[in-house]
Each structure stands twice: as structure tokens, then as C-alpha cells.
């Protein structure tokens, strides 16, 4: 059992659906993480909240939205998605935003777009 | 040339030998480096990290670091099937809010 939580665990939607994704952490880190992988592929960093602030965007498509509404709950929203975007979604903490903190992965949330 | 480069695999070793996974980062700021462990359909693991040169040593892992030639290496003693996966190293700088730069992993294969 990993200490992030990440629901759903697997969750199929339409194109026009709005849906949200869900983190939490009780490890008191203060930085969290979204991450899109593709099959085979590395983990992409999308965003990265530190005392929850958004600090980091990579330049993600607009139709993902985060929201971090506190240290230990993370949130994606999720509006208008391409099926481009089916893949694993991870969510990751580390004791702060510095640098050189190792990163603790949540379980993650497949995701399918249809 | 990527930022961080991994050898794809698959590396394949019998159960009971050591298994050496290398990785080899362009950037010399680089200063924080992590080996993560992910099996098919899974979330990544972290396994170890390691900040300064030389070996750090958990149990059956062994990271080693030469920030010099930059490298950064796992050692698997032991291997087990269990340990079948693929690992995927990670280079930090330290100084862009814990953005790590991923390797595309290597596929290990520990054959009984």
C-alpha cells in the first residue's frame, strides 16, 4: 500500500464529460506532483504545487485544470479531453518543492477517453 | 543526445546473479539522482537516491555515482524474479522546485 492515495483508480470517460481526479497524502509533505505516462514511456511531469502553490506548469493543454485546496489534497479536473490523453495519471509528494527530494508515487488513475 | 539515457533492455540475468543497470545525464548541475522501480501496470517505486559520489548501499541495492563521468548506476545482488521490472533512473538539479528529468528506464528480466 503506497501512502498517496489516488482516486479512481481507473476511470472511463467521454470527450465531453467534465471529471476530476483525486490525491491525497498524510506523509506532511509540503509539494505534489502531477505526472501523464504513456505505455512504455517515462512519467511527464504536468504540474507541480509547493506549500500550495502552483510553481511548475509544463505547459499542459488547458482542458486539465489542478487545484490543490490544501498541503495534503491534490486535484486534477479534467474537461473536454482529446483520446490523446488516455493514459496512466500519477500524483507524487516530497517533503518540500526543493530539489533533490525523492518523490513518493501514488497508486495512479488510468484513464480512457473514448 | 537525451538529457538522461538509459539502456532500453531488455536486460536479462538468472536468478542469483548481479544485475548492473547504468545511466549515464548531460547536465553536469545535476546534483540529486533516484532509481525508481516499476512493474507492468503499475505506479513507479523509489528503490534508492544518492547525492554524492561513491556507493550507498540498502539491503541487495547498490547505487553508485560518479558525478565526474557522469554515471549513476544500480547494482542488483541476488537478483530474484521478483525483481523483474523496469527501472527508471532520475536526475535532479536541485534548483527547479523538484523537477526531475526521467530516463526512458531499462526492462530487467530475472530468469529463475
Known amino acids: 500500500d503506497t501512502e498517496v492515495t489516488q482516486t479512481p483508480k481507473h476511470l472511463v470517460m467521454g470527450m465531453t464529460n467534465k471529471k ?11 509539494a ?9 514511456k517515462p512519467p511527464e511531469l504536468m504540474f507541480v504545487y509547493s506549500y500550495e502553490k502552483l510553481s511548475i506548469n509544463e505547459s499542459v493543454p488547458s482542458r486539465f ?18 483520446p490523446e490523453d488516455s493514459a496512466l495519471y500519477l500524483c507524487a509528494s516530497s517533503h518540500d518543492g526543493q530539489g533533490g527530494q525523492p518523490q513518493h508515487f501514488g497508486d495512479g488513475t488510468r484513464l480512457s477517453i473514448l | 543526445q537525451k538529457e538522461v539515457e538509459q539502456n532500453s533492455g531488455p536486460l536479462s540475468v538468472p536468478e542469483g546473479a548481479i544485475a548492473s543497470l547504468n545511466c549515464t545525464y548531460s547536465d ?9 522501480r516499476q512493474y507492468s501496470g503499475k505506479s513507479p517505486e523509489l528503490i534508492m537516491f544518492i547525492y ?6 540498502d ?12 554515471y549513476v548506476s544500480l547494482l542488483i ?7 523483474s521490472a523496469t527501472y527508471l533512473c532520475a ?6 522546485a523538484g523537477k526531475s528529468t526521467f530516463g526512458d528506464g531499462t526492462t530487467l528480466t530475472v530468469k529463475p
Open chain 1, 65 to 82: 485544470s489542478p487545484e490543490c485546496p490544501n498541503s495534503s489534497l491534490l486535484n486534477l479536473h479534467l474537461h473536454a479531453l482529446q
Open chain 2, 77 to 83: 545482488r541476488d537478483s530474484q524474479p521478483s525483481d
Open chain 2, 52 to 57: 554524492s559520489n561513491g556507493d550507498k548501499e
Open chain 2, 28 to 36: 553536469r548541475g545535476s546534483q540529486s539522482f533516484f532509481w525508481y
Open chain 2, 91 to 96: 536526475v535532479n538539479r536541485n534548483t527547479n
Open chain 1, 20 to 30: 476530476s481526479l483525486k490525491c491525497e497524502q498524510h506523509m506532511g509533505h509540503r
Open chain 2, 59 to 70: 539491503g541487495r541495492f547498490t547505487a553508485q555515482l560518479n558525478k565526474a563521468s557522469q
Open chain 1, 32 to 40: 505534489m506532483y502531477w505526472y501523464k505516462q504513456k505505455a512504455k
